[in-house]
């Protein structure tokens, strides 16, 4: 059976826009395929700026949440990055064989550094620490969106590069994952949903706070008036609806849309009856979490010492095959 691996950064709690795009899917595939592994990568969040206090607890909300979405640490491996060092002593293996041009046609490093004055080397590397994320557990499918497919792309380069310098077929080539949901965009309609950016609805926002933020939300630009007919194709609240609501509300919606049937705030209404119902459980979930914060540190203990049996098998292999696992006499 294939094994599954992806990461997350620790950006908190999660908002809808990571749990469709990402987590949803996790959880999803954890029953299909148990001893799945999922890391929050916190090496990854230390490439520029930022406060340890406000990055711990960004871990720990990640962390809850992902439980509380229904991540199963008997299904699936949920560990912190930081507490499996073999992730970075395999990224420095990896630096030796990865060319610098590779690392600076990156996209992301390229967007990034463009606004940067003083460019920090971690956000050059950061790709090969996520090569070194996939590979390190021999991971041949990686759930991911179509924004990251040029860093796995460069992780099957990675592991062409490695076998072919040690003439050995160790590391699997990783192949995506495509996760089914499309591009979630924020509720400004102008980019993809973000913190940063101001335009999520937090996975665990109280009933109220989700109307607060769906009301004001952008809709088809053409709609101007109630009797307007709409586009649903085009309407970011519409495809929120293909997300939570059942197929036949999904039809209903459209049909209302299109003839005019319904105003905007009517589609928005029958969108939180279904946002609702989906992340009430989760939301109740989190808040059991909250009141024993131990069964958060286990199963990330857990995943971590899961984790690290499989990366330190994959690291004594590696330094076996570099002539790095012990100091001998040379022979000959």
């Known amino acids: 059976m294939a094994r599954i691996f992806s990461g997350i950064q620790p950006s908190g709690e999660l908002h809808i826009g990571n749990y469709l795009g990402a987590v949803k899917n996790w959880v999803q595939l954890q029953a299909t395929h148990p001893g799945a592994i999922y890391c929050v990568v916190d090496y990854h969040a230390i490439t520029g700026a930022y406060d340890p206090a406000v990055l ?14 229904g991540i199963d640490p008997v299904l699936s491996a949920l560990f912190m990055q930081s507490d499996v060092p073999e992730h970075t002593e395999l990224s420095w293996i990896f630096t030796t064989i990865t060319p610098l041009g590779d690392l600076e046609r990156q996209t992301q490093f390229k967007d990034k550094s463009s606004k940067m004055e003083s460019i920090p080397a971690g956000l050059l590397m950061y790709p090969v620490l996520q090569s070194a994320d996939i590979l390190l557990y021999r991971a041949d ?7 990251q497919i040029q860093h796995l792309e460069l992780a099957r380069d990675t592991a062409r590069k490695w076998n072919a310098k040690f003439g050995v077929e160790y590391f699997p080539e990783p192949k995506p994952l495509l996760t089914p949901a499309r591009r979630i965009m924020g509720l400004d309609g102008n980019a993809k949903m973000s913190k940063s950016l101001g335009n999520t609805i937090g996975l665990l ?6 109307w607060q933020k769906l009301r004001p939300a952008v809709t088809d630009p053409q709609r101007v008036r109630k009797s307007d007919p709409g586009r649903p194709d085009v309407c970011n609240i519409y495809q929120l609806h293909k997300a939570f609501s059942v197929e036949s509300t999904q039809e209903h919606v459209a049909e209302q849309c299109r003839t005019a049937g319904w105003g905007c705030m009517d589609c928005k209404k029958v969108l ?31 995943g971590a010492r899961a984790a690290r049996g499989i990366a330190q098998e994959t690291l004594g292999e590696v330094r076996e095959v570099m002539g790095l696992n012990a100091v001998a006499v040379p022979t000959g």
């Not at 499918?141 to 924004?147: F, L, N, T, Y």
């Not at 926002?205 to 989700?210: C, V, Y």
């Open 56 to 69: 711990r607890a960004r871990r720990w909300g990640m962390a809850k949440s992902l439980l509380a979405a």
């Open 141 to 147: 499918r990686v759930p991911v969106g179509e924004d």
């Open 205 to 210: 926002e109280s009933d109220e706070e989700i």
């Open 272 to 302: 939180l009856e279904g946002m609702v119902q989906e992340l009430t459980p989760i939301r109740r979930r989190s808040e059991a979490l909250d009141a024993e914060p131990a069964r958060v540190l286990d199963a990330l203990a857990d």
